[in-house]
Each structure stands twice: as C-alpha cells, then as structure tokens.
C-alpha cells in the first residue's frame, strides 16, 4: 500500500489554489530566495515572506513562459542553473555564508 499522504490543497476566493508541501533546497539557493524577498519587498514597499518570494517567482517565470512566440518552448532550468558555482565547502559553512548574505552581514566578520 501507498503510504504517501497527499498534502491538502485549499481553494481560495481569488480563483487561486493553495499547495503545501516542503522542498529541501541548498543553503544557496535560500540565500537568493532571500534576496529576492528583498528586492520584492522594496518594490512593494512591506515586509515579504520567502514563501511570497517563491510564489511571486513562480508566477512571473509562468507568465515569462505564456509570453513565448508559439512553438517556442521556455529553457529547461536546474535547481542550481540560478546559483552561481562554488567552491567546495563544509556544508556548516555553507551555511554559515548563506545567513550572513540573507543577513546582509557577509565579508564583514
């Protein structure tokens, strides 16, 4: 028997559907969620969630894709395709980095 359990979807009053489900991500990338949050965040001038972050991306790359010439087909994009390369590091430091670059904090310790 199947023990997966289907994680509950909730209709909502714009037409919208809500999903809840739980992505494991490298440090790296939560430190660009992060920024993006901010960047968001200035734009509209409050304070943003990362999840308000991951779901404005979200929509603005399904929009970009809907944009596309017919025929046309949006590139393929890896998990790691949006981080840049790094050096091989603990995943402790990793880590460590990722915060302080959230935290607005990196290169100054």
Sequence with gaps: MNDRVTPPMHALPDGEAELTLVVRLPWEDVARLGQEAGRLATQMRRPVTLEEAVSHR????????????????????????????????????????????????????
């Design 58 to 109: 979200l929509r603005s790359t399904r929009v970009a894709a809907h944009a596309k010439p017919a025929g046309e087909q949006p590139p393929a994009v890896s998990a790691s395709a949006s981080v840049s390369s790094l050096p091989s590091r603990p995943p402790a430091e990793q880590a460590r980095q990722a915060i302080d670059r959230i935290n607005g904090t990196a290169g100054t310790a």
